[in-house]
């Protein structure tokens, strides 16, 4: 059983940055491949970012590359979400969430956390 928690979260003008983090309890963190999905009023959940469990391979959406950066420190049990160049269209609720498998995280996780709200205003 993995429980994730997500912070970070909050109100930002357009071309700010945000870091938003996913803290994970339990000790097999380091075996999870983890990713941030988010989800704007009125639309489908999307998949944002995805890295493995090491760290060494990242998969990103087409519209936050390049400007989002995810990241992972498995000593703290905590995947991170960098983003800069903020546009309104990032507005969402962003999730992570928790699978074995890198390929499978980038559709869907096996545990997820309750969403942190991220507002870009223009």
């Known amino acids: 059983q993995v429980q994730l928690v997500e912070s970070g979260g909050g109100l930002v003008q357009a071309g700010g940055s945000l870091r938003l983090s996913c803290a994970a309890s339990g000790r097999t963190f380091n075996r999870y491949a983890m990713a941030w999905f988010r989800q704007a009023p009125g639309k489908e959940r999307e998949f944002a970012a995805a890295i493995d469990w090491s760290g060494g391979r990242t998969h990103y959406a087409d519209s936050v590359k390049g400007r989002f950066t995810i990241s992972r420190d498995n000593a703290k049990n905590t995947v991170y979400l960098q983003m800069d160049s903020l546009k309104p269209e990032d507005t969402a609720v962003y999730y992570c969430?928790?699978?074995?498998?890198?390929?499978?995280?980038?559709?869907?996780?096996?545990?997820w956390g309750q969403g942190t709200q991220v507002t870009v205003s223009s």
């Open positions: 969430a928790a699978h074995l498998n890198l390929r499978v995280v980038i559709i869907t996780g096996d545990y």
